[in-house]
C-alpha cells in the first residue's frame, strides 16, 4: 500500500524531473542551503529580537516583526525543492530515521509558528518600543530557534542514517 | 606539501573525524548549522541594502554581526576539522580553493557595505554595488562548498 504510493511519486512528473538530468539534484540542493540559510536570517532577527537577548534585542520590533513574509518565502523555496528531492528518491527518504524526524520538527515547527501568529503578533505590534515582550512570546520564539536548527541537523544526518 | 597535508590528515583530529562514524556527520551538521547563521545574517543585510527587505533599518544590523561571526566562528571550527579529515585530498580540489577564496572576497566586501553605508549613506550606490557582490560572493561559496561532493 504505502509502497504503491511511494512507487508513484517516484514515477511521477517531478520524480522523473528530479533524476532526469544530472545538474538537477546539485542545483535543487544549492538552491535547498540558500533557502535554509535565508530562512535561518529571517528567524534569528524575529526571534532574538522576541526573546530580547543577545545583539538584536536593540532592533525595533515593527520592523523585526516584517521580516515574517521573508522566512515564508525561504521556507516554501526548501519545501517546493523538498518535495522534488521526495519525488526523486521517496522509498530512500521515507524510511529514513533522520527524515522521520525532521518532518516531524518541521510540523512542530509550523504549529508553533501559528501560535506565535495568532496568540502573540498582535500584542507584539501593540508593544511600546523599549517595553518587554510577555514571556510566553520569549517561549515561542525560543522553541522556534531550537526546532528549526533541529530540522537543520537532522536534514544534514539523513546520509547517516540509513 | 604533501608531506605536510599528509601529517594533517594523519592529527588525532583528522582521523578521529574521518574513522569515527560519527566524526563526520557531527562536524558536517555544526557546518550546515554555523552556515544558516552566517549566511542568514549576510543575506538580510545585504538584501536590505538592496532595498529588497526595506522595513528593516539598515543601521540595526550592525546588532546581528555578532551573530554571524558566532556562525561564521562555528564553521571555522567545524571547517578546520573536515578538512584535517582529507586534508590531501581537498587541498587540490579545485571547488574547495574557489570557496576558500570566495569566503575571503566575500567577508572583505561585507566589510566595504559597512563602512560605504557608515560614510556615504544606506542608499548611496556605493553601498548597493558592495552588497551585491558580497552577497554573490556568499552564496558562491555555499555553492561551491555544496558541490565538494560531486567534484
Redesign the interface.
Known sequence: MTDDFLNTIGDSFLGEMARGYFWMWPLLENLHFIGLSALMGGLLVVDLRVIGIGPPKHIPMKPALSLIPFVMIAFAINLITGIIFFCGDPFRYYYNLAFQWKIALIVLAGANALWFWFGEHAKLSALPEGADTPISAKVIAGISLSLWIGVIILGRLIPYLE | MMEFFQWIEESGLGIYIREDP?G??IA??A???G???A??????AT?RALNV?K???IV?HA?????AWVGFFINLISGLALYASHATEYSYQSVFIMKLFLIIVGGVLFKKMIDAAAADGDNASSTKLFAFLSLASW?GA??TG??M??F
Open positions: 560519527w563526520f556527520a558536517l551538521s557546518h550546515s548549522v552556515m544558516s547563521f549566511l542568514g545574517v549576510v543575506m538580510v538584501l527587505l522595513q528593516v533599518p540595526s546588532n546581528l554581526y555578532t551573530v552564496l555555499i555553492v555544496r558541490l561532493a560531486y
